[in-house]
């Protein structure tokens, strides 16, 4: 199988091996240029994945510094209940928040299985869907 044509940003040439009947890999393909940017423009919105553990963790001690605030008197219960609520409401935009982190990732991932088996079919793979 042949070497891909492109070049690097480092200058060298490209030491994937190229499609079939193309002489680029599928990063430096000209007809898949829009999906590696859809790809890259994904990556920089989605955030880590610490992220919601750390504000996770964060209501966490918030509420329960709250809890113990009502317990020994330092704080109206009214007050409290009306700071929890909305703590509640706030822990579950981080619950949706992460899940729909979890559905892009499959979605990417089952991209490139799909792309994986198209460019497997190509070089007349054994593998058959």
């Not at 989605?46 to 750390?54: C, K, L, N, S």
């Not at 299985?113 to 460019?119: A, C, D, M, P, S």
Request: aromatic share 4%; net charge positive; hydrophobic share 35%.
């Amino acid at each position: 199988m042949a070497r891909c044509a492109g070049i690097t940003a480092a200058g060298d040439r490209c030491k994937a091996e190229a499609m079939p009947e193309a002489q680029w890999c599928w990063n430096h393909h000209p007809d898949y240029e829009q999906a590696r940017r859809r790809r890259a423009s994904k990556g920089g919105k989605r955030g880590g994945r610490g992220r919601p553990q750390a504000e996770l963790s964060d209501i966490k001690r918030r509420l329960s510094e709250l809890a113990d605030d009502v317990l020994e008197g330092r704080q109206d219960k009214a007050v409290a209940a009306v700071a929890s609520q909305v703590l509640n409401v706030y822990l579950r935009a981080v619950s949706v928040e992460m899940k729909l982190k979890e559905q892009f990732e499959l979605v990417e991932r089952l991209e490139s299985l799909e792309e994986g088996l198209e460019q497997s079919r190509g070089r007349g793979s054994r593998w058959r869907a």
